[in-house]
């Protein structure tokens, strides 16, 4: 996958996407899965499907990017609607306290990435989450990963009904940072949703991995030399 991080230093301007513009970066936007935190809904299926009629190939389908998923993750289903529909379907033996725990214990840090924001906060350069989450995982990810807490914002696709790279939340980013332009940096790892901010004239890179994305964050000017 060809990385795309439009900054071309020279002098106090920058070119985004072919348009020179001036360098001004004020804030960092961190996707959050794949980026801050890997994940696998096979975990959750694996251990869900022991107490369903159907099996974990069968759940995994249900469950992973599915469209029951998509109408949660845009709070077009409360919890206990999703548990309902999950529950009627796989015949899941157990309450929605046992599901809960179960769906939302797939995450695992990116450690480089998770010492990349809080060198960012350290050097006082406000950092935000925007995701396209589940209320089940952004629970369990508050309460289990103490990093989660430490960002000046959260625009989550499950608080705005809408996903990314539906304009709609590029809109809540900028109100809520106050921010526009090039004064944004976003790091996320699907191109459509950084070819979305990229359109908006904001800074982008395309996360492939730990090393590059720091890599690109350090020549932007934001880890200093």
Avoid at 182 to 211: C, F, K, T
Avoid at 215 to 223: E, I, M, P, T, Y
């Amino acid at each position: 996958m060809r990385q795309i991080f439009p900054i071309e230093e020279s002098g106090d301007r920058a070119m985004v996407n072919g348009r020179t513009q001036e360098s001004a970066l004020e804030v960092v936007i961190f996707d959050l899965g794949k980026v801050l935190l890997d994940f696998d809904y096979r975990i959750a299926a694996k251990k869900i499907a022991a107490h369903c009629r159907i099996t974990e190939s069968e759940l995994c389908r249900l469950i992973d990017q599915s469209p029951l998923l998509y109408r949660y993750e845009t709070n077009l289903l409360t919890t206990e609607q999703f548990f309902a529909q999950v529950r009627d379907t796989t015949g899941f033996r157990g309450d929605l306290d046992l599901f809960r725990d179960l769906f939302g214990d797939i995450f695992t840090p990116i450690e480089p990435m998770v010492s990349l924001q809080a060198v960012l906060r350290a050097r006082g350069i406000p950092t935000y989450i925007f995701s396209n989450p589940n209320p089940l995982a952004v629970a369990h990810i508050s309460r289990r990963f103490e990093f989660f807490h430490q960002f000046d914002g959260y625009i989550l696709s499950c608080d705005h009904n809408a996903m990314k790279p539906d304009s709609k939340l590029y809109e809540v980013v900028e109100r809520q940072t106050g921010k526009m332009g090039g004064q944004l940096l976003y790091i996320d790892d699907r191109p459509e949703n950084i070819s979305a901010g990229a359109r908006r004239g904001w800074q982008v890179i395309l996360h492939e991995s730990p090393e590059q994305t720091i890599s690109a964050v350090r020549h932007a000017g934001l880890l200093g030399k």
